[in-house]
Antibody
Protein backbone atom coordinates (compact mmCIF):
# COMPACT_ATOMS: atom_id res chain seq x y z
CA UNK A 1 0.00 0.00 0.00
CA UNK A 2 2.79 2.38 0.87
CA UNK A 3 3.71 5.07 3.31
CA UNK A 4 4.37 8.78 2.93
CA UNK A 5 6.17 10.99 5.46
CA UNK A 6 6.15 14.76 5.06
CA UNK A 7 8.65 17.16 6.59
CA UNK A 8 9.76 20.76 6.29
CA UNK A 9 6.79 22.57 7.75
CA UNK A 10 7.20 25.43 10.17
CA UNK A 11 6.67 29.13 10.67
CA UNK A 12 7.62 31.63 7.97
CA UNK A 13 7.06 35.32 7.50
CA UNK A 14 4.99 36.58 4.57
CA UNK A 15 7.11 36.84 1.44
CA UNK A 16 9.58 34.19 2.59
CA UNK A 17 10.06 30.64 1.33
CA UNK A 18 9.75 27.08 2.63
CA UNK A 19 10.41 23.72 1.04
CA UNK A 20 8.36 20.69 1.97
CA UNK A 21 9.56 17.13 1.41
CA UNK A 22 7.64 13.88 1.26
CA UNK A 23 9.49 10.58 1.39
CA UNK A 24 7.75 7.51 0.05
CA UNK A 25 8.20 3.85 0.87
CA UNK A 26 6.44 0.58 0.21
CA UNK A 27 5.56 1.12 -3.44
CA UNK A 28 7.29 1.79 -6.76
CA UNK A 29 7.57 5.54 -6.33
CA UNK A 30 8.87 6.21 -9.83
CA UNK A 31 5.73 4.77 -11.42
CA UNK A 32 3.05 6.93 -9.80
CA UNK A 33 1.99 10.54 -9.93
CA UNK A 34 2.20 12.50 -6.70
CA UNK A 35 0.06 15.31 -5.31
CA UNK A 36 0.13 17.99 -2.65
CA UNK A 37 -3.16 18.88 -0.94
CA UNK A 38 -3.62 21.42 1.82
CA UNK A 39 -6.17 22.19 4.51
CA UNK A 40 -6.38 25.57 6.19
CA UNK A 41 -7.43 25.57 9.86
CA UNK A 42 -11.09 24.64 10.14
CA UNK A 43 -11.52 24.55 6.37
CA UNK A 44 -11.91 21.93 3.65
CA UNK A 45 -9.38 20.22 1.43
CA UNK A 46 -7.70 22.20 -1.36
CA UNK A 47 -5.77 20.45 -4.10
CA UNK A 48 -2.43 22.22 -4.66
CA UNK A 49 -0.33 20.45 -7.29
CA UNK A 50 0.43 17.21 -9.12
CA UNK A 51 3.51 15.85 -10.86
CA UNK A 52 3.46 12.92 -13.23
CA UNK A 53 5.42 9.77 -12.40
CA UNK A 54 8.35 10.71 -14.64
CA UNK A 55 8.33 14.40 -13.73
CA UNK A 56 7.37 15.32 -17.29
CA UNK A 57 4.46 17.56 -16.32
CA UNK A 58 3.30 19.55 -13.33
CA UNK A 59 -0.03 21.26 -12.73
CA UNK A 60 -1.10 23.74 -10.05
CA UNK A 61 -4.07 25.32 -8.36
CA UNK A 62 -4.64 28.90 -9.46
CA UNK A 63 -4.01 30.07 -5.88
CA UNK A 64 -0.38 28.90 -5.95
CA UNK A 65 0.55 29.08 -9.63
CA UNK A 66 3.73 31.05 -10.14
CA UNK A 67 4.70 30.83 -6.45
CA UNK A 68 4.88 27.09 -5.73
CA UNK A 69 6.86 24.43 -7.57
CA UNK A 70 6.37 20.70 -7.28
CA UNK A 71 9.29 18.45 -8.16
CA UNK A 72 10.47 14.92 -7.52
CA UNK A 73 13.66 12.94 -7.19
CA UNK A 74 12.88 9.36 -8.12
CA UNK A 75 16.33 8.23 -6.96
CA UNK A 76 15.41 9.39 -3.45
CA UNK A 77 11.71 8.38 -3.52
CA UNK A 78 10.89 11.96 -2.59
CA UNK A 79 8.53 14.65 -3.84
CA UNK A 80 9.02 18.30 -2.94
CA UNK A 81 6.96 21.45 -2.76
CA UNK A 82 8.95 24.67 -3.01
CA UNK A 83 6.82 27.50 -1.67
CA UNK A 84 7.94 31.02 -2.48
CA UNK A 85 6.39 34.42 -1.80
CA UNK A 86 4.36 32.93 1.01
CA UNK A 87 1.10 34.58 2.02
CA UNK A 88 -0.85 34.43 5.27
CA UNK A 89 -3.53 32.47 3.39
CA UNK A 90 -1.02 29.68 2.67
CA UNK A 91 -1.26 28.70 6.34
CA UNK A 92 -2.44 25.09 6.34
CA UNK A 93 -1.64 21.47 6.94
CA UNK A 94 0.03 20.20 3.79
CA UNK A 95 -0.46 16.57 2.78
CA UNK A 96 1.35 14.68 0.09
CA UNK A 97 -0.59 11.90 -1.58
CA UNK A 98 0.05 9.13 -4.07
CA UNK A 99 -2.09 8.95 -7.16
CA UNK A 100 -4.19 5.83 -7.41
CA UNK A 101 -3.86 5.53 -11.15
CA UNK A 102 -0.94 3.60 -12.52
CA UNK A 103 1.67 2.43 -12.78
CA UNK A 104 3.17 4.41 -15.63
CA UNK A 105 -0.03 6.31 -16.46
CA UNK A 106 -0.46 10.02 -16.92
CA UNK A 107 -3.55 11.57 -15.43
CA UNK A 108 -5.18 11.00 -12.06
CA UNK A 109 -7.42 8.37 -10.54
CA UNK A 110 -7.75 9.95 -7.14
CA UNK A 111 -5.35 9.80 -4.19
CA UNK A 112 -5.05 6.46 -2.45
CA UNK A 113 -2.17 6.92 0.00
CA UNK A 114 -1.74 10.00 2.17
CA UNK A 115 0.92 11.24 4.53
CA UNK A 116 0.19 12.47 8.02
CA UNK A 117 0.62 16.11 7.00
CA UNK A 118 3.03 18.89 7.92
CA UNK A 119 1.91 22.26 9.26
CA UNK A 120 2.88 25.53 7.60
CA UNK A 121 2.16 28.78 9.39
CA UNK A 122 2.73 32.08 7.63
CA UNK A 123 2.71 34.93 10.08
CA UNK B 1 -11.86 25.61 -13.28
CA UNK B 2 -14.45 22.98 -12.41
CA UNK B 3 -16.45 23.97 -9.33
CA UNK B 4 -17.62 21.11 -7.12
CA UNK B 5 -20.65 21.69 -4.88
CA UNK B 6 -21.74 19.24 -2.22
CA UNK B 7 -25.12 19.09 -0.56
CA UNK B 8 -25.97 19.15 2.18
CA UNK B 9 -23.04 20.87 3.92
CA UNK B 10 -24.00 19.09 7.13
CA UNK B 11 -26.20 16.20 7.99
CA UNK B 12 -27.46 14.63 11.23
CA UNK B 13 -28.33 10.95 11.29
CA UNK B 14 -28.60 8.02 13.65
CA UNK B 15 -26.77 4.72 13.77
CA UNK B 16 -28.49 2.36 11.36
CA UNK B 17 -29.80 5.11 9.07
CA UNK B 18 -29.19 5.47 5.35
CA UNK B 19 -27.81 8.78 4.07
CA UNK B 20 -26.96 10.25 0.71
CA UNK B 21 -24.58 13.08 -0.16
CA UNK B 22 -24.78 14.78 -3.55
CA UNK B 23 -21.87 16.29 -5.46
CA UNK B 24 -22.45 18.51 -8.48
CA UNK B 25 -19.79 19.62 -10.95
CA UNK B 26 -20.00 22.89 -12.87
CA UNK B 27 -19.26 20.94 -16.06
CA UNK B 28 -19.07 17.28 -16.99
CA UNK B 29 -16.25 15.33 -15.36
CA UNK B 30 -17.29 12.07 -16.99
CA UNK B 31 -16.82 9.39 -14.30
CA UNK B 32 -13.64 10.96 -12.88
CA UNK B 33 -15.12 11.57 -9.46
CA UNK B 34 -13.63 10.42 -6.18
CA UNK B 35 -14.88 10.37 -2.59
CA UNK B 36 -12.87 10.71 0.64
CA UNK B 37 -13.64 10.43 4.33
CA UNK B 38 -11.84 12.57 6.88
CA UNK B 39 -11.97 12.40 10.66
CA UNK B 40 -10.74 15.25 12.88
CA UNK B 41 -6.96 15.51 13.05
CA UNK B 42 -6.48 12.71 10.51
CA UNK B 43 -5.49 12.52 6.87
CA UNK B 44 -8.28 11.83 4.38
CA UNK B 45 -9.11 8.25 3.49
CA UNK B 46 -9.82 7.24 -0.10
CA UNK B 47 -13.25 5.61 -0.34
CA UNK B 48 -14.39 5.53 -3.95
CA UNK B 49 -12.77 6.18 -7.33
CA UNK B 50 -14.28 6.68 -10.78
CA UNK B 51 -17.66 7.48 -9.23
CA UNK B 52 -18.48 3.96 -8.08
CA UNK B 53 -15.37 1.81 -7.52
CA UNK B 54 -14.99 0.95 -3.86
CA UNK B 55 -11.41 0.99 -2.63
CA UNK B 56 -9.99 -2.07 -0.91
CA UNK B 57 -11.04 -2.45 2.71
CA UNK B 58 -13.95 0.00 2.44
CA UNK B 59 -17.16 -1.56 3.79
CA UNK B 60 -19.85 -2.45 1.27
CA UNK B 61 -22.35 -0.16 3.03
CA UNK B 62 -20.62 2.64 1.11
CA UNK B 63 -21.56 3.10 -2.54
CA UNK B 64 -21.18 5.71 -5.22
CA UNK B 65 -23.14 6.50 -8.33
CA UNK B 66 -23.51 9.06 -11.07
CA UNK B 67 -21.74 10.34 -14.14
CA UNK B 68 -21.33 13.58 -16.00
CA UNK B 69 -22.01 16.30 -13.46
CA UNK B 70 -24.14 14.77 -10.69
CA UNK B 71 -22.87 12.15 -8.26
CA UNK B 72 -24.06 10.56 -5.05
CA UNK B 73 -22.32 8.92 -2.11
CA UNK B 74 -24.67 6.63 -0.20
CA UNK B 75 -24.07 5.02 3.16
CA UNK B 76 -26.49 2.41 4.44
CA UNK B 77 -26.74 1.08 7.99
CA UNK B 78 -24.64 3.91 9.44
CA UNK B 79 -22.07 2.81 11.97
CA UNK B 80 -20.50 4.97 14.71
CA UNK B 81 -17.19 5.07 12.84
CA UNK B 82 -18.88 6.60 9.77
CA UNK B 83 -19.49 9.96 11.43
CA UNK B 84 -16.93 12.16 9.71
CA UNK B 85 -16.58 14.72 6.93
CA UNK B 86 -16.90 13.55 3.34
CA UNK B 87 -15.39 15.23 0.28
CA UNK B 88 -15.87 14.69 -3.42
CA UNK B 89 -13.06 15.52 -5.84
CA UNK B 90 -12.88 15.58 -9.61
CA UNK B 91 -9.82 14.15 -11.36
CA UNK B 92 -11.02 14.85 -14.90
CA UNK B 93 -9.14 18.05 -15.57
CA UNK B 94 -6.60 20.12 -13.68
CA UNK B 95 -6.89 21.83 -11.32
CA UNK B 96 -8.31 18.79 -9.53
CA UNK B 97 -10.90 20.47 -7.34
CA UNK B 98 -12.62 19.29 -4.15
CA UNK B 99 -16.12 19.93 -2.94
CA UNK B 100 -16.47 21.97 0.24
CA UNK B 101 -17.23 18.90 2.34
CA UNK B 102 -20.25 17.39 4.08
CA UNK B 103 -20.07 16.89 7.83
CA UNK B 104 -22.02 13.85 8.97
CA UNK B 105 -22.95 14.10 12.63
CA UNK B 106 -24.69 11.83 15.08
CA UNK B 107 -28.27 12.81 15.82
Amino acid sequence: QGQLVESGGGVAQPGRSLRLSCEASGFMFNTYGMHWVRQAPGKGLEWVAVIWYDGSSQYYADSVKGRFTISRDNSKNTVYLQMNSLKVEDTAVYYCAKDGRGPYIYGSGGMDVWGQGTTVTVS
Amino acid sequence: DVQMTQSPSSLSASVGDRVAITCRASQSVSSHLNWYQQKPGRAPKFLISTASTLQGGVPSRFSGSGSGSVFTLSITNLQPEDFATYYCQQSHITPYTFGQGTKLEIK
